[in-house]
């Protein structure tokens, strides 16, 4: 009898082995990235007279990177950046696309929603797609089940659908700002000329989805359009923070992010989701009031120095991610598709990409660094500046700064010089991460070899600063 009892036991432990295991290899995937979010916007990060403590939390129970890159400072470039492992100019794609644009994200990439279809997941993008509103380029054509948002950015909507004028719509065209739900081979179903209504609307599509989709393995991919401007909160957050509409907007989305939360744990599928949440780039600063925080770094979007690159990154999944780590390793949004692709045990493209698996990080091991490299591009297609472990080359360049210039308020514009002659300059970001202090002259053996570095990009990625090329470049997705 004892011996029944026991062959029992270990039958019963082998199936719920063989389960958990299974259950392991097959986490649902919540990426949460956010707009123009800079590194000192979160509580945890250092944000001021607001408070975000959902978001506060998942860093606490989960893992936060505090050397984490976007791929490129701007909108459209970062997103094809995140969903594909690739430097967006591999993939032809730079800047922020505008309504109507002849190119978008090409059908020839093979990007996440598509990798993890691979293991049967469901699959939606709720937010801001930005990656070419024509018809070949919209989400459905790239691997995602559902969408349900902006086809572009959230201040694009006075230039209407496909370059249609605002105060002349057609019978066809859409409204000033228009929502796509569901497949977007049909007319939308949802228009809104109230941006106060954003962050809920996805919030609740988010839910929705969780709901529907928690009996199988899904991939929520929610870009959210806040904070970019125009920023707006609804009415249950707005006046709620002592920073005004900027923490308002803040507060709403680190609701939003408990909303998820509270959706996962009453499914009873929170121990079996992980969860990301970063940002597209860092703040527009000319905007003032209506803009986020650096946290101290230099410049900001559309710049190559940190504040424009360097965003908070948090990963959480219970019982998997150690909680409370913190990783100082160099890492980047380029880097998610890779890992993601490790953890599933996935093979990844044919097609050169250039994230690296950050799987060591996840494991507990947050002192490995498996990214050495950075490359910092913009524009185009021009190399700005070249990184190795804690030292970072900007190279001369025409490029972006805010520095003595007035910013706006309210809304409005301050100004900015978008060609500065911006020299070149060598930092050690271990002790310097505002990049004030050039070391050229102290270290030129360090100024070499990130030169060798450079020209080993130009070689395979071009720069235009230098008439390069590159020899692995792939063309965007033209409209037909």
């Known amino acids: 009898m004892k011996v029944k009892t026991f062959l029992l036991l270990i039958l019963f432990i082998s199936f719920s082995s063989v389960a958990f295991s299974q259950e392991k290899t097959t986490p649902n995937i919540i990426l949460i990235f956010l707009d123009d979010m800079g ?27 505090t050397n984490f890159l976007s791929a490129q400072a701007v909108c459209s470039a970062s997103r094809a950046a995140i969903l594909s492992g690739c430097y967006p100019n591999r993939i032809g794609m730079s800047g922020a696309l505008f309504p109507n644009s002849k190119v978008g994200l090409n059908a020839d990439e093979t990007i996440l929603p598509e990798l993890l279809k691979q293991k049967g997941y469901a699959t939606s993008i709720i937010g801001k797609w ?7 380029f919209l989400p459905r054509q790239h691997g995602f089940d559902e969408f349900f948002g902006l086809p572009y950015s959230n201040d694009m909507w006075p230039i209407g659908y496909q370059g249609e004028p605002a105060t002349d719509w057609r019978k066809d065209a859409f409204p000033p700002l228009f929502i796509i739900e569901g497949d977007e081979k049909k007319t939308p179903v949802k228009t809104l000329e109230d941006q106060a209504q954003l962050t809920r609307l996805y919030t609740e599509q988010a839910v929705d989805f969780i709901t529907r989709k928690k009996d199988k393995p899904f991939f929520l991919y929610l870009p959210h359009s806040m904070p970019h401007v125009p920023i707006n909160a609804s009415a249950a957050f707005k006046g709620k923070s002592k920073q ?32 990301i949440f970063t940002s597209d780039n860092g703040p527009w600063l000319n905007y003032g009031n209506h803009a986020g925080s650096t946290g101290g770094l230099r410049e900001g979007k559309g710049s190559s120095f940190e504040g424009g690159m360097r965003v908070p990154c948090i990963m959480y999944w219970p019982q998997q991610i150690k909680a409370g780590a913190i990783s100082n390793s160099l890492s980047s949004t380029l880097d998610i598709y890779p890992t993601l692709a490790e953890l599933l045990s996935l093979k990844l493209p044919a097609k050169k990409i250039d994230g690296v698996s950050l799987m060591p990080i996840l494991k507990g091991d947050v002192t490995s ?10 524009r185009a297609n021009s190399l700005e500046g070249v990184r190795k472990d804690d030292w970072k080359l900007v190279l001369a360049h025409p490029g972006r700064t805010y520095e003595n210039f007035e910013t706006g308020m309210d809304g409005f514009p301050g100004k900015v010089e978008e060609n500065s002659s911006l020299k070149q300059g060598l930092y050690d970001l271990r002790r310097d991460p505002g990049e004030r202090y050039d070391l050229q002259n102290q270290f030129p053996e360090i100024v070499k070899e990130l030169l060798l570095m450079a020209d080993k990009a130009r070689a395979d990625l071009g720069d235009d600063l230098v008439q390069a090329k590159g020899a692995n470049r792939r063309p965007a997705g033209k409209k037909d």
Not at 130 to 136: F, T
Not at 253 to 272: C, M
Not at 369 to 378: D, I, N, S
Request: no cysteine; hydrophobic share 35%.
């Open 39 to 65: 590194n000192g916007d979160l509580g945890v990060t250092g944000a001021l007279e607001y408070q975000t403590p959902n978001i506060d939390r998942l860093a606490l129970d989960g893992l936060r990177f």
């Open 130 to 136: 930005h990656l070419g509103d024509s018809r070949e």
């Open 244 to 275: 005004g509409l900027y923490g308002d907007v803040m507060m709403e989305i680190d609701w939003s992010v408990g909303e998820i939360q509270k959706a996962l744990k009453a499914n009873g599928i929170e121990n079996n989701t992980l969860i």
């Open 369 to 378: 660094q498996p990214r050495k490299e950075f490359y910092y591009y913009y």
